[in-house]
């Protein structure tokens, strides 16, 4: 079954397991469900649980909650745990007794659970499974990608031919064997597009190839990903190439600005969602766009809150002694990528 199709079967409250590759996609779906709440109530009813924070009795609790002026409610687990870790505040035998509940749970609730490959392993997840609608969000097909970037441009009255959109996709490099390029990095791609057409009403091959960044070299935004997925010597190698490509001589402070940025937001969010804040309030309150959240958050899985708070006082800490005068500029780009990709990875 499709995506599309697993979406449009979503008719009434259910349980679903997400996981796969497409982060993106998993979003998009709790976000789909999160719009069939009454809109006035929907901070109420869209209930975000997290096995850290929230102790069993507490999370029985508020997925047993009467729905509040409306028909549903969410439970929402963006990082469901079925192993007993340091991080769980579960038990095993309140796992065991979670799995009952969710066999006999109320009809006005969906259920939404993001499980990580670790965790897809034991008898509590087996038993959980045959409960649950199972969504393995993988990455699109050629055609399922063509059908989207259609439907995307469509929406935002940008519209592109087919031949257009076909080299748009080979741009991309999403389908190849090895890339690991996501539904993220395609929709920044149609971003830079849109804001194009919406300009100049017509692109061609020459144009959309200087928009999109070519596979043997890259932008500033793809030396952030080797950054901070800890891909030191590829980070190195493309910093020189866009050090000799950039006209301006201090884009360093951009690159330092913007993992500033996105450290400081992933933080800041932990800290809310922890709080209860759903994940598009946090966008709201941060004035970030839903998807930038999303990426930021994803560093949970390489680096631990306390890790973040040192990376972030290291990097304010550099741009400081740059401001002073006790690190050259030509020094500045190889301090901040092995400050922060070659920090020990989160177990």
């Given at each position: 079954m499709t995506y599309k199709e697993q979406k449009n079967k979503a008719t009434t409250p259910d349980k679903y397991i997400l996981y796969g590759e497409e982060e993106f996609l998993m979003e998009d779906f709790v976000n789909f469900i999160r719009k069939k709440l009454n809109p006035a109530f929907s901070e109420f009813n869209f209930i975000t649980i997290s096995q850290e924070t929230t102790d069993y009795l507490d999370a029985i609790s508020k997925i047993e909650s009467v729905p509040m002026m409306d028909v549903q409610k969410v439970i929402y687990f963006p990082e469901f745990m079925t192993r007993n870790t340091a991080k769980n505040l579960w038990s095993k035998k309140e796992m065991e007794q979670f799995v009952q509940r969710v066999k006999n749970l109320s009809k006005d609730t969906w259920l939404i659970m993001k499980i990580a490959p670790e965790d897809r392993k034991n008898t509590i997840y087996k038993a959980l499974e045959t409960l649950c609608q199972c969504l393995d969000l993988k990455k699109l097909t050629d055609r399922e990608l063509y059908s989207y970037i259609q439907y995307q441009l469509n929406q935002k009255k940008a519209p592109l031919s087919e031949t257009m959109i076909k080299q748009f996709i080979k741009q991309s490099g999403y389908l190849g064997k090895?890339?690991?390029?996501?539904?993220?990095?395609?929709?920044?791609?149609?971003?830079?597009?849109?804001?194009f057409l919406l300009q100049k009403k017509e692109i061609d091959e020459h144009v959309l190839e200087q928009?999109?960044?070519?596979?043997?070299?890259?932008?500033?935004?793809?030396?952030?990903?080797?950054?901070?997925?800890?891909?030191?010597?590829?980070?190195?190698?493309?910093?020189?190439?866009?050090?000799?490509?950039?006209?301006?001589?201090?884009?360093?402070?951009?690159?330092?600005?913007?993992?500033?940025?996105?450290?400081?937001?992933?933080?800041?969010?932990?800290?809310?969602?922890?709080?209860?804040?759903?994940?598009?309030?946090?966008?709201?309150?941060?004035?970030?766009?839903?998807?930038?959240?999303?990426?930021?958050?994803?560093?949970?899985?390489?680096?631990?809150?306390?890790?973040?708070?040192?990376?972030?006082?290291?990097?304010?800490?550099?741009?400081?002694?740059?401001?002073?005068?006790?690190?050259?500029i030509y020094m500045l780009g190889e301090l901040i990528i092995l400050t922060v990709s070659k920090s020990k990875q989160k177990h």
């Open positions: 090895l890339s690991n390029k996501t539904l993220y990095d395609v929709n920044s791609d149609l971003d830079k597009v849109v804001s928009l999109m960044s070519p596979s043997d070299s890259g932008t500033i935004f793809d030396l952030e990903n080797h950054i901070l997925n800890g891909n030191t010597k590829e980070a190195l190698r493309l910093y020189q190439i866009l050090k000799l490509q950039n006209k301006n001589p201090e884009f360093q402070l951009s690159l330092l600005g913007i993992l500033s940025k996105k450290i400081a937001v992933y933080m800041k969010s932990s800290y809310l969602l922890n709080q209860g804040y759903s994940q598009s309030k946090i966008a709201k309150e941060l004035n970030v766009k839903p998807f930038y959240l999303t990426k930021a958050l994803s560093l949970k899985k390489r680096y631990s809150y306390q890790e973040s708070l040192t990376i972030l006082n290291e990097l304010n800490n550099m741009d400081y002694r740059y401001k002073i005068g006790e690190i050259p």
